[in-house]
Nanobody, 124 residues
């Protein structure tokens, strides 16, 4: 069973930056879309960003709340997806989940493999 492993979460001050990483060890990594979602306490899971597979031109899409501040990239040789988060705000506080799936999508049900999550905290 493919397991995704996130890292890079932590506590940062508002306005600072953080980069999350997600390693997906499956040998078909380059054929899957990779995405980030987040979930804050008491809220539903929210779409953050998605990046397409290599053959699809590595399309990207972002949630409205992070557009212009976050950047998703992937390194197929390292089987790793990154989420560069700039100008962090208290409302970005959440558990961030990496997800893998066959479709370029922005809904969680389209992704069939998930990581355990990494906590990002931006205090008021």
């Amino acid at each position: 069973q493919v397991e995704l492993v996130e890292s890079g979460g932590g506590l940062v001050q508002a306005g600072e930056s953080l980069t999350l990483s997600c390693v997906a060890p499956g040998y078909l990594f380059s054929k899957y879309a990779m995405a980030w979602f987040r979930q804050a306490p008491g809220k539903e899971r929210e779409f953050v960003a998605v990046i397409g597979w290599s053959d699809g031109g590595r399309l990207t899409q972002y949630g409205d709340s992070v557009k212009g501040r976050f950047t998703i990239t992937r390194d197929n040789d390292k089987k790793t997806t990154y989420l560069q988060m700039n100008s962090l705000r208290p409302e970005d506080t959440a558990v961030y989940y990496c997800a893998q799936g066959p479709l370029f999508a922005n809904t969680s049900r389209k992704f069939n493999t998930w990581g355990q999550g990494t906590q990002v905290t931006v205090p008021q």
